[in-house]
């Protein structure tokens, strides 16, 4: 199951109502694809794991220690161990509508400014999924997975170049990529304009509706012949006065984009 942005935005608020404040005692790999810090906090102890999955990413708490991978830690979970274990988390926060949320770290008077010294990043977006540790000035420290330019050349991951954030979601209006609207200032005008653009796009026509009495109407005619063949064979209804199947209706109608569909694609 692939987690969306609502979920982790529901995560994050828990994460800052639980989290924050806790202590990272300890960083394991149980898989290649996945780290586990143990966090005490709140007078318990609980481990967050977190996975890189192509198909089953996730954050989520595990009250169980997990296994370890192997006996010798990994090159990152070393790095992990250097600058997480003794620190506490001091906030939580994930970018609108994007599919990871950020850990930050402090130690000693960090704590009580709520000042992060080193994030982690965790980003679930299915065979991009991935975990970055940063600095304070977002200077990538190291990832659970390197990328480099020539894979990537819209952002490379490795250690000593600025992190960046996954590029933004878009939309098409004429012909042309565009910024997706902004909810919180987006007006009617705009929505009515992003909507005929789509529509003429698609070459989908307006949705049609039944005119009221147009049922009654279409049976009229096959009422009045089977009255007419009724009075010709001596009140007998003959085999032609079966009722007409109906007609399957259009399929534009029903493949006609929904205004939830149109609101989905075009504002963020």
Same mark, same amino acid.
């Given at each position: @199951? ?5 979920? %982790? ?5 828990? $994460? ?7 202590? #990272?005692?300890?960083? #394991? ?19 967050? @794991? ?5 198909? %089953?990413?996730? #954050?989520? /708490? ?13 090159? $990152?979970? @070393?790095?992990?161990?250097? /600058? %997480? ?5 001091? +906030? ?12 930050? $770290? ?18 679930? @977006?299915?065979? $991009? ?14 990832? %659970? ?8 050349? /819209?952002?490379?991951i490795l250690p000593h170049i600025p992190y960046r954030y996954p590029p933004p979601q878009t939309r098409l ?11 919180? =200032? ?9 909507? +005929? =653009?789509?529509?003429? &796009?698609? =070459? ?5 509706? =039944? ?48 205004? &939830? ?8």
């Amino acid at each position: @199951m692939q987690i969306d942005a609502l979920t %982790l935005a529901a995560l994050a608020d828990e $994460f800052r109502a639980e989290l924050v404040g806790s202590r #990272i005692d300890d960083v #394991i790999q149980p898989t290649p694809q996945a780290v586990a810090l143990q966090c005490w906090g709140g007078g318990r102890n609980r481990w967050l @794991m977190v996975s890189t999955h192509p198909q %089953l990413a996730r #954050i989520h /708490y595990t009250a169980q220690k997990p296994r370890k991978l192997t006996a010798e830690p990994p090159a $990152f979970v @070393m790095l992990l161990r250097k /600058y %997480l274990e003794g620190a506490r988390v001091v +906030a939580v926060r994930q970018p609108r509508w994007e599919r990871l949320i950020e850990l930050g $770290f402090g130690r000693g008077a960090e704590i009580a400014e709520g000042k992060a010294s080193v994030w982690l990043i965790v980003e679930t @977006m299915g065979r $991009f999924s991935n975990v970055t540790l940063t600095d304070g000035e977002a200077i990538i420290l190291g990832a %659970l997975r390197t990328v480099t330019a020539e894979v990537n050349s /819209y952002r490379a991951i490795l250690p000593h170049i600025p992190y960046r954030y996954p590029p933004p979601q878009t939309r098409l209006l004429r012909g042309a990529t565009l910024p997706r609207l902004d909810g919180a =200032d987006v007006t009617a005008s705009l929505l009515r304009e992003a909507a +005929a =653009d789509t529509l003429a &796009a698609l =070459d989908v026509p307006p949705l049609a509706t =039944d005119a009221p009495g147009d049922t009654d109407a279409a049976a009229t005619p096959q009422d009045g012949k089977a009255t007419k063949s009724a009075k010709g064979s001596g009140g007998k209804v003959g085999p032609t006065n079966k009722p007409t199947p109906a007609k399957p209706k259009a399929k534009g109608r029903r493949d006609a984009p929904t205004v &939830a569909g149109l609101l989905a694609a075009q504002v963020s």
